[in-house]
């Protein structure tokens, strides 16, 4: 079965903070995602990447940064924390060149909270 | 805009019914069309990936069904057991290699005993 964990669960962090989140897969797959979940908003798309050493913008980039420097892992970097990030993140992986119908495998999210 | 809208946020069913959960689109021309379900606390989890020219998709006690007239993809659990109870997302995925895959609210299904 894939694999797709996250770092931490639960995260709390303060206003103006640097925050890291990290996400390991181990299927080997090419493409990987992180989103956010927002009550009545569903899943937006923060960031992508479909290769090492690149990453694509989703929906709502702006505040956020991510880097892929090995296959399995991709990280989410939120550069000046705010309140308006507070939110539950979830990475996601999926196979192929083409992630369109791939079923994409979800880790169980890291619930972040600034102050 | 893209628009994806599921039902409605909550939907009760009795034990044995068919629960139907609905998926509407607007301004947007899907490919593909997932669905998934997401437990309290959890990521969401695959179910079914149906084509825009497949009409209908069945795994067990689910189907799929794809209408690219309405716009509209229906879910539809038979034999409704409390275990089902969850939030079912749906998602689509357009018809370019670079799509984006883009994802419903979700509707939260309780089955009572």
């Known amino acids: 079965d894939v694999k797709v964990t996250q770092s931490s669960r639960y995260l709390v962090k303060r206003t103006g903070e640097k925050v890291f989140l990290e996400c390991v897969q181990d299927m080997d797959h090419e493409n990987m995602f992180w989103y956010r979940q927002d009550p009545g908003l569903g899943l937006r798309l923060i960031y992508f990447?479909?290769?090492?050493?690149?990453?694509e913008k989703g929906d709502i980039p702006e505040g956020y940064s991510v880097s892929r420097e090995k296959k399995e892992r991709f990280s989410l970097i939120l550069e000046s924390a705010s309140t308006n990030q507070t939110s539950m993140y979830l990475c996601a992986s999926s196979q192929g060149q083409d992630g369109r119908y791939q079923p994409q495998h979800f880790g169980d999210g890291t619930r972040l909270s600034i102050l | 805009s893209q628009k994806i809208e599921q039902n409605s946020e909550a939907l009760n069913i009795q034990e044995g019914k068919t629960a139907t959960l609905t998926c509407n689109y607007t301004?947007?021309?899907?490919?593909?069309l997932q669905w998934y379900r997401q437990d309290p606390g959890r990521g969401p989890v695959f179910l079914l990936l149906?084509?825009?020219?497949?009409k209908e998709k069945r795994k067990e006690r689910l189907k799929v069904t794809f209408d690219t007239t309405l716009k509209q993809s229906l879910f539809h659990i038979t034999a409704s057991q409390p275990a089902d109870s969850a939030t079912y997302l749906c998602?689509?995925?357009?018809?370019?290699?670079?799509?984006?895959?883009?994802f419903g609210s979700g509707t939260r299904l309780s089955i009572r005993p």
């Open positions: 990447s479909y290769d090492v050493k690149m990453k």
């Open positions: 998602a689509l995925a357009g018809y370019s290699s670079a799509s984006k895959i883009i």
């Open positions: 149906i084509r825009e020219n497949e």
């Open positions: 301004n947007y021309s899907p490919a593909y």
